[in-house]
């Protein structure tokens, strides 16, 4: 019988709780480096996000050649 081991983790921006699976990637990068800092998919997306908006306004420089590509959503 195959049993699917879940590993507790807390994000480290809105403190929630949550069980991943044990052979997730996420799980192998925490259990490899334990200093790894586990974000939840909802603070993710909401980062993620932000930065596009950030990076797509006006007042962003990058320091560094400036590509059409990089610029793009
Ligand atoms: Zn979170």
Redesign the pocket.
């Known amino acids: 019988m195959y049993e699917v081991i879940f590993m507790k983790v807390q994000?480290?921006?809105?403190?929630?709780r949550e069980e991943i699976d044990d052979s997730s990637i996420d799980s192998k990068k925490i259990r490899n480096h334990p200093l790894y800092l586990y974000?939840?998919p909802?603070?993710?997306k909401r980062i993620s996000q932000q930065t596009l908006i950030r990076i797509n306004s006006k007042n962003y420089d990058p320091h560094r050649p400036k590509s059409e590509s990089f610029y793009r959503l």
């Not at 994000?11 to 929630?16: A, E, G, H, K």
């Open positions: 994000c480290v921006l809105c403190d929630s974000t939840c909802k603070c993710t």
